[in-house]
């Protein structure tokens, strides 16, 4: 025995221990991870928090620690009995051994970072990957339909947008990022939100009214437009040719005052699903204004299957925004699990002058490793279900705020789902609203 407690990594917690592994990369000594009371985590203390949710047990970050150091003394001897049984020179094997040895214990048991120091060891045997082959304790079973909230069924929410796939057009602007470590894009089981509301009265025609027709009918405060959000996957399959998978998509509309205005949710229904202090939705909402706050439900596209995902493949966001107004915007993007904030990605962009309005692109944003390794787990569990499952208490915030004003320009909550469309990545745009 390697002096590890079978009492202390039952299975239940053993499967959210490995959960955890993939859902957090290893950090080293840094504290990367942002609560929403302004704490840092590490690593160790955010599997040891993951656990505590998934399961309910108590696990403290020491006994994560060491139970980090048992699997890798045994990811250790498994690697060296591989290298000496492969056909390698003795020079080649002690550059391996020697590298591994550099390794810190949360490395070795990390399959990517393992890749990048090793030469390719052969593989095992394909088990398809699942998060729990079995009902945790405590928590609802496969036969259970898990919703964040009781809400009415999926079936009242209205169908998605199908969006076409485009080319590759953008074109790339000139932005300063300054990032926090970061998530861009979550794939989370949705939330019915709707309730009966009274329909809301057709609008005034273009002579009598001074907002612009695509308030109300799209994602736009009276200041701040978005027009384009993506996050995707790009392979390069020569140099003058790429191929590229949109996990999600929303593609740039133009409405008419003839077209319906938006679906309301109240706003209330989600302010568990986010951070409930200083920076959550509640009190965003509460400042205003209250027509920059929207809910987006997508779909989103995990079979990429059609593509390789070959090493060099590039994971990316991309978003584009518009003003009439010259000004400097920050974006963050706050990803949350439980109603907790996790990661956090700020970015600053500048305007530029195109055809009479201001317009900022943030453009091919790297995804992190975090994000990277997530989708590739989803990806390989065998049934949608289990992905939607699996992801069905995270959500993103994403606040568009002015730089200089701290005014809040657009503030958008997004839920998501697994695509069963042969149309692939779709969604749904709804208004928040207080009654």
């Not at 040891?48 to 890798?72: C, D, E, F, M, P």
């Not at 020079?91 to 591994?100: E, R």
């Not at 995707?232 to 020569?238: A, N, P, S």
């Given at each position: 025995?390697?002096?590890?407690?079978?009492?202390?990594?039952?299975?239940?917690?053993?499967?959210?221990?490995?959960?955890?592994?993939?859902?957090?990369?290893?950090?080293?000594?840094?504290?990367?991870?942002?609560?929403?009371?302004?704490?840092?985590?590490?690593?160790?203390?955010?599997?040891?928090?993951?656990?505590?949710?998934?399961?309910?047990?108590t696990r403290t970050r020491k006994q994560v620690s060491s139970h980090l150091q048992v699997l890798a003394r045994r990811k250790s001897r498994e690697i060296q009995s591989k290298l000496k049984?492969?056909?390698?020179?003795?020079?080649?094997?002690?550059?391996?051994?020697?590298?591994?040895?550099?390794?810190?214990?949360?490395?070795?048991?990390?399959?990517?970072?393992?890749?990048?120091?090793?030469?390719?060891?052969?593989?095992?045997?394909?088990?398809?990957?699942?998060?729990?082959?079995?009902?945790?304790?405590?928590q609802p079973g496969p036969s259970q339909d898990i919703k964040p909230f009781v809400q009415p069924p999926y079936s009242a929410l209205s169908g998605p947008v199908q969006q076409p796939i485009?080319?590759?057009?953008?074109?790339?602007?000139?932005?300063?990022?300054?990032?926090?470590?970061?998530?861009?894009?979550?794939?989370?089981?949705?939330?019915?939100?709707?309730?009966?509301?009274?329909?809301?009265?057709?609008?005034?025609?273009?002579?009598?009214?001074?907002?612009?027709?695509?308030?109300?009918?799209?994602?736009?405060?009276?200041?701040?437009?978005?027009?384009?959000?993506?996050?995707?996957?790009?392979?390069?399959?020569?140099?003058?040719?790429?191929?590229?998978?949109?996990?999600?998509?929303?593609?740039?509309?133009?409405?008419?005052?003839?077209?319906?205005?938006?679906?309301?949710?109240?706003?209330?229904?989600?302010?568990?699903?986010?951070?409930?202090?200083?920076?959550?939705?509640?009190?965003?909402?509460?400042?205003?204004?209250?027509?920059?706050?929207?809910?987006?439900?997508?779909?989103?596209?995990?079979?990429?299957?059609?593509?390789?995902?070959?090493?060099?493949?590039?994971?990316?966001?991309?978003?584009?925004?518009?003003?009439?107004?010259?000004?400097?915007?920050?974006?963050s993007t706050k990803v949350c699990s439980f109603g907790k904030q996790v990661v956090e990605k700020v970015e600053t962009e500048y305007a530029r002058l195109e055809g009479g309005k201001y317009?900022?692109?943030?453009?091919?944003?790297?995804?992190?490793?975090?994000?990277?390794?997530?989708?590739?787990?989803?990806?390989?569990?065998?049934?949608?279900?289990?992905?939607?499952?699996?992801?069905?208490?995270?959500?993103?915030?994403?606040?568009?705020?002015?730089?200089?004003?701290?005014?809040?320009?657009?503030?958008?909550?997004?839920?998501?789902?697994?695509?069963?469309?042969?149309?692939?990545?779709?969604?749904?745009?709804?208004?928040?609203?207080?009654?």
């Amino acid at each position: 025995m390697d002096g590890d407690a079978e009492g202390v990594w039952s299975p239940d917690i053993e499967q959210s221990f490995q959960e955890a592994l993939a859902i957090y990369p290893p950090c080293g000594r840094r504290k990367i991870i942002l609560s929403d009371e302004g704490k840092m985590y590490g690593r160790n203390e955010l599997i040891a928090r993951y656990i505590k949710l998934r399961t309910g047990k108590t696990r403290t970050r020491k006994q994560v620690s060491s139970h980090l150091q048992v699997l890798a003394r045994r990811k250790s001897r498994e690697i060296q009995s591989k290298l000496k049984a492969m056909n390698l020179d003795q020079a080649s094997k002690d550059k391996a051994l020697q590298n591994m040895a550099a390794l810190s214990s949360a490395q070795i048991v990390s399959p990517s970072m393992i890749k990048n120091h090793l030469p390719p060891l052969s593989p095992a045997p394909y088990q398809p990957t699942r998060f729990w082959p079995a009902p945790i304790p405590v928590q609802p079973g496969p036969s259970q339909d898990i919703k964040p909230f009781v809400q009415p069924p999926y079936s009242a929410l209205s169908g998605p947008v199908q969006q076409p796939i485009p080319g590759r057009s953008e074109s790339a602007s000139v932005s300063e990022n300054k990032s926090i470590y970061f998530v861009n894009v979550f794939f989370v089981k949705p939330m019915c939100l709707c309730q009966a509301y009274e329909p809301l009265a057709p609008p005034p025609p273009p002579s009598a009214t001074a907002v612009p027709v695509w308030q109300d009918r799209t994602i736009a405060s009276s200041k701040l437009r978005m027009l384009e959000y993506s996050a995707f996957m790009e392979v390069q399959r020569d140099p003058d040719n790429y191929s590229k998978h949109l996990f999600v998509h929303i593609g740039q509309t133009n409405p008419s005052y003839s077209d319906p205005l938006l679906e309301a949710v109240e706003v209330r229904q989600i302010y568990d699903k986010f951070p409930e202090k200083k920076g959550g939705l509640k009190e965003l909402y509460e400042k205003g204004p209250q027509n920059a706050f929207f809910l987006v439900k997508f779909w989103a596209d995990l079979n990429s299957s059609g593509m390789l995902d070959v090493p060099g493949s590039f994971y990316g966001v991309s978003s584009q925004y518009s003003s009439m107004e010259n000004m400097t915007i920050t974006v963050s993007t706050k990803v949350c699990s439980f109603g907790k904030q996790v990661v956090e990605k700020v970015e600053t962009e500048y305007a530029r002058l195109e055809g009479g309005k201001y317009v900022y692109r943030i453009h091919r944003s790297p995804m992190c490793e975090y994000m990277i390794n997530f989708i590739h787990k989803l990806k390989h569990l065998p049934e949608k279900y289990m992905m939607n499952s699996v992801l069905e208490n995270f959500t993103i915030l994403q606040v568009v705020t002015n730089r200089d004003t701290q005014e809040t320009l657009l503030c958008i909550a997004f839920v998501f789902e697994v695509s069963n469309s042969e149309h692939g990545a779709q969604y749904h745009v709804y208004r928040l609203v207080k009654d």
